[in-house]
């Protein structure tokens, strides 16, 4: 049973000026989210991810289709009992949203007492979340005397304080560099694992999805464009959106421009064989393709391309440039293709 289930579900809003059409932000969405999963959603700015992440925390209503979260159906719910199902989702933003005016301790204080949790028991848990996240250090400090990173943990800390069974994190890492964003990553991974917690991960950056989700969706246009594990969305994307997001961080198949360069370099036929683990024998049969190009007098060059590691398991494109007589490299690459894909690059 899913812990998040949207079925068909809309979200339109009213015209912005009169005699204009509804705008679409959300149209016919489908998604199950397993409990214990972290479960990414990329898309690019308008796609319709922040209003995807309101209406499962409540703070906007369908305009059709259903969105159901530990159980119960939102669109069925009153506004007294909608705030119940708010306090089971924690919720961790691009900007922090952190009170200036109180101290660390007193941020993740701030939701325990608006939550009513008894005075006497603030300290322990205060101090317990301050530990998880590092910052037991730093609880009498401000926000504007940490850094970004810091920042963020304090957010985390504060989303956890009154143990939701959801993470609702929202471009958490966007406003963060590189280095911090890793150790931003690494945190909820932890909170993940060692406290259970389902995780939904907002972002337009495919590194973050492929750092820490075990299964994404692809947005566009307020769809759900494609959807599936992490390894098999990197290692054989289908849609023109989702392989440009995978081009941001894997080498696949060379560029018009990359491709003219290599061209001018190598005269002979290229193509791009594709590896994935998921392909039967596949450690074997990398030795193979090698084996099977260098028969019958082809010459091979690698070009370009790479290896990937996603989640412990591999794929690869890699672009070969083959010279010799024509006949020959026409069997050399029906040999291949038996064992990887073999794309011609044009
Ligand atoms: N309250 C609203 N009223 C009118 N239009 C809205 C409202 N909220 C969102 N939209 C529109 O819905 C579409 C989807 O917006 P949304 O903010 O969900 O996208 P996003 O993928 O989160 O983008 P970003 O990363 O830029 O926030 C956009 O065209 C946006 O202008």
Do not use: C
Request: no cysteine; hydrophobic share 40%; glycine share 8%.
């Amino acid at each position: 049973m899913p812990i998040i289930q949207l079925s068909d579900v809309s979200k339109s809003f009213p015209p912005r000026t009169r005699g204009e059409q509804p705008l679409l932000a959300l149209d016919g969405v489908s998604l199950d989210i397993e409990e214990g999963d972290i479960f990414g959603i990329i898309g690019y700015s308008g796609a319709g991810k922040s209003t995807l992440v309101r209406l499962i925390n409540a703070l906007e209503r369908t305009s059709s289709g259903s969105v159901v979260v530990a159980g119960q159906d939102l669109t069925r719910l009153r506004e007294k009992q909608l705030r119940g199902i708010r306090l089971g989702i924690g919720m961790v933003f691009q900007q922090f949203n952190l009170f200036n005016s109180r101290t660390v301790w007193g941020n993740v204080e701030y939701p325990l007492t608006v939550a009513g949790v008894p005075k006497a028991q603030h300290q322990q848990r205060i101090s317990e979340l301050l530990h998880f996240v590092g910052l037991a250090d730093k609880a009498h400090s401000y926000p504007d005397q940490l850094s970004g990173g810091q920042k963020q943990r304090v957010g985390i800390a504060r989303a956890l304080a009154t143990n939701p069974s959801i993470l609702l994190a929202d471009e958490a890492t966007s406003a963060l560099d590189p280095e911090t964003t890793r150790e931003v990553l690494e945190l909820l991974k932890r909170v993940n694992e060692e406290l259970g917690i389902t995780i939904v991960v907002i972002t337009h950056e495919m590194e973050v999805i492929r750092s820490i989700a075990h299964r994404v969706a692809v947005m566009d246009s307020g769809r759900v464009i494609e959807q599936g594990n992490v390894f098999d969305i990197f290692s054989k994307p289908q849609s023109d959106a989702t392989k440009r997001f995978v081009s941001t961080v894997v080498r696949a198949v060379p560029e018009a421009d990359e491709l003219e360069v290599l061209r001018a370099k190598h005269p002979g036929r290229i193509v791009t064989l594709s590896f994935s683990d998921a392909d039967a024998g596949a450690a074997v049969s990398q030795s193979q393709v090698f084996q099977a190009l260098s028969s019958g007098g082809v010459g091979f060059e690698l070009i370009y391309g790479g290896i990937n590691d996603i989640q412990g398991r591999t794929f690869g494109h890699l672009t070969v440039s083959l010279t010799g007589p024509d006949a020959s490299v026409e069997s050399a690459l029906s040999a291949v293709r038996d064992l990887v894909t073999v794309t011609e690059v044009r």
